[in-house]
């Protein structure tokens, strides 16, 4: 790693001499103009991840950049870059958020990833432990049909290095955010759901636990931000966690996740849907309704029964994840994560064999172009999916441990 970590800096270093100037504009656009405090955390990795990933960095070292980035961050004194207090009618009876003008304070961060590269490059660092377990991961998101593309997905198997955690156990983590009535809460899940996810306590030993947590946590900090913002849309999701021997599946949603192991498919999970029956249940015990109208929609809107967002129809939408977890006995093909517009189309039974048949007419364990067209020929919606290979199951032997997750296919 260290002789690729350093060509990449010296490369970093001549683009980037010194630190951003005050009145220069950012080489990368921060996703929010305002920032909370909470908030300040997945938006600074997210800049700092999509600027690095951008340029070709390795993505160990990009994670290990942002890490040491914003712990440095964490040291500056946030109050110079406070907004001007505006009082709303929404907030005139409410304890208003400290928030912090983005551009300015995410200029801070990028020079402080300068500061660090700088450094590194000059003297670089005896490394972290690096994953010694890479899962190789195949990616594909189309528009289709959909006048915009409203999904969002990220793939970090270097999560550990992003969060400073060095308890010995390694973890990988892939999502998928299938996202309605405008992009803003896939982004923002997929910004901040990982985040909170590595704050929880009970992580290492009650990962399912965390999960919930960190959605509920996500779901609350995307209400005060869609109050501030005015934003009406929602996500459903579904996050798969590699921790050690032990593989967590969380799922807000009809997002789905799918274990293959000799090629044989396994259940990992039940999606939420409104004609299920214990949710519609749920929703007529809190005064809603479940109709049919083209699909199954709650009280008449939305075709999902969970998701973060969609507040004028919560308690009905439930921000209440699901989560579970299974061993991993090392015989596993792959996991599939793929939101409802793979699996409306695809029953989890033909996945084996359209996976099996893909890979081998590619010759590729990590998927590509024939995964993709076949994907297109038969999904009419749009979709987002994570291929995440365990071993190659054209073969039945396990792949390479090279870190083989498309650059492009960590965070979009």
Same mark, same amino acid.
């Given at each position: ?29 921060? *996703? ?51 907004? /001007? ?14 928030? *912090? ?5 995410? &200029? ?16 670089? /660092? ?20 959909? &006048? ?55 992580? /290492? ?17 995307? &209400?005060?931000?869609?109050? &501030? ?11 798969? *966690? ?119 007419? *590619? ?29 190659? /199951? ?19």
């Amino acid at each position: 790693m260290e002789e690729e970590a350093q060509s990449f800096l010296g490369r970093f270093v001549d683009e980037f001499p010194a630190a951003l100037e005050e009145d220069s504009p950012l080489p990368v656009i921060p *996703l929010s103009r305002k920032v909370s405090l909470e908030e300040l955390h997945g938006e600074s990795l997210e800049l700092g991840l999509r600027l690095l990933t951008a340029r070709g960095a390795p993505a160990v070292l990009s994670a290990l950049l942002c890490q040491a980035a914003f712990s440095q961050l964490l040291l500056e004194d946030p109050s110079r870059f406070h907004c /001007p207090e505006e009082t709303e009618a929404n907030q005139e009876e409410e304890q208003k958020a400290v928030l *912090l003008q983005s551009e300015a304070v995410q &200029r801070l961060f990028l020079n402080k990833v300068i500061d660090v590269a700088l450094a590194w490059h000059q003297n670089f /660092p005896k490394p972290s432990p690096s994953p010694s377990q890479f899962h190789p991961c195949s990616v594909h998101a189309i528009k289709n049909t959909r &006048r915009k593309m409203e999904d969002k997905h990220l793939a970090l198997a270097e999560f550990n290095q992003l969060f400073g955690i060095q308890d010995g156990v390694e973890r990988a983590y892939y999502a998928v955010f299938d996202g309605h009535g405008g992009v803003d809460a896939a982004t923002y899940t997929a910004t901040h759901l990982h985040v909170a996810l590595s704050k929880q306590e009970m992580l /290492p030993s009650d990962a399912a636990t965390a999960f919930k947590t960190a959605f509920k946590r996500t779901d609350d900090m995307f &209400r005060d931000k869609a109050k &501030r913002e005015r934003l009406r849309s929602g996500t459903t999701g579904v996050v798969v *966690l590699i921790q050690g021997q032990e593989l967590t599946v969380a799922w807000l949603g009809d997002s789905q996740a799918m274990l293959v192991r000799k090629g044989e498919a396994v259940t990992l999970m039940e999606p939420h849907k409104p004609e299920r029956e214990d949710e519609k249940q749920r929703i007529e015990d809190l005064g809603g309704c479940v109709t049919f109208m083209g699909c199954w929609r709650v009280n008449g809107t939305y075709a999902v029964s969970r998701a973060i967002g969609d507040f004028d129809q919560k308690p009905y939408v439930s921000g209440d994840a699901d989560s579970s977890t299974v061993q991993l006995f090392g015989d596993e093909d792959y996991v599939l994560l793929a939101c409802d517009g793979f699996f409306d189309t695809v029953k989890p039974s033909a996945v084996p064999d359209l996976v099996l048949d893909a890979l081998q007419q *590619l010759g590729d364990p990590e998927g590509g172009d024939t995964q993709q067209k076949q994907s297109e020929e038969i999904i009419g919606q749009r979709v987002a999916q994570h291929l995440l290979l365990s071993q190659d /199951p054209a073969t039945g032997t396990a792949q390479a441990t090279a870190d083989s997750t498309s650059q492009d296919a960590r965070q979009q």
